[in-house]
């Protein structure tokens, strides 16, 4: 079983449609998490932190439910610049110091007008 | 701040040739890491440095090289490429364990 697993997509939705991201990690010592935002050939850039309170930063919501190892990313009022790969990762502690970024496979997202 | 800078932006390499990947970050980070991302593909760990003169292996190093003499420079070495190392290279840094920040990518192709 994978460390991060995604559904990979694609998700096709029109504007102003909400979509949901679902995510989830098999490593339960895994402490942190974040979603990822990957435009067509370019970096991945931080979208938001997940917290185990879930926490909301304008159309987007996250969510972490620890006991299901399961995770979620919202979005609200799809836009068209919306249209990306949303990354899922999860940080854990590797021994002797060292932390471990694992990052799922993503899922695209199309918003059509 | 440029953030993290990587040059080439592409490269065509023939097999058996060498390069270095070049990254540097201008933010003081103390970790830097090496992904390769294939189509379709997640991020992979080559290699990473929680500091100047300290690296290690992550999930996929055979093929690769990394020094980390300074803190904002972390060259990534490919010996002998092979077709299947034909891949997008992202470096990354970060303050502490916790989100990184990548650097633009080198799109290598191994012919």
């Known amino acids: 079983r994978k460390e991060v697993e995604q559904d990979p997509g694609p998700f096709n939705v029109p504007e102003g449609a909400t979509v949901a991201f679902n995510c989830t990690y098999s490593?339960?010592?895994?402490?942190?998490f974040f979603w990822y935002r990957q435009d067509c050939r370019k970096e991945p850039k931080l979208l938001m932190s997940?917290?185990?309170s879930g926490n909301e930063d304008g159309r987007f919501t996250a969510q972490l439910n620890r006991a299901s190892q399961y995770i979620s990313l919202l979005i609200r009022d799809s836009k068209l610049s919306d249209s990306a790969t949303y990354l899922c990762?999860?940080?854990?502690?590797?021994?002797?110091?060292?932390?471990?970024?694992?990052f799922g496979k993503g899922t695209k997202l199309s918003v059509i007008p | 701040n440029a953030g993290v800078t990587q040059t080439p932006k592409f490269r065509i390499l023939k097999i058996g040739q060498s390069m270095t990947l070049q990254c540097t970050q201008d933010m003081n980070h103390n970790y830097m890491y090496w992904y390769r991302q294939d189509p379709g593909m997640g991020l992979k760990l080559i290699y990473y440095?929680?500091?100047?003169?300290?690296?290690d292996k992550g999930e996929v190093p055979n093929g690769y090289n990394v020094s980390r003499s300074t803190t904002e420079d972390f060259p990534l070495r490919l010996e002998l490429a092979a077709p299947s190392q034909t891949s997008v290279y992202f470096c990354?840094?970060?303050?502490?364990?916790?989100?990184?920040?990548f650097g633009p990518g080198t799109r290598l192709t191994v012919t």
């Open positions: 440095s929680v500091g100047a003169g300290i690296t």
């Open positions: 997940v917290y185990s």
């Open positions: 990354a840094s970060s303050s502490a364990p916790r989100q990184v920040d």
């Open positions: 490593n339960s010592a895994s402490q942190s």
């Open positions: 990762v999860a940080l854990r502690h590797s021994g002797a110091g060292s932390y471990q970024l694992t």
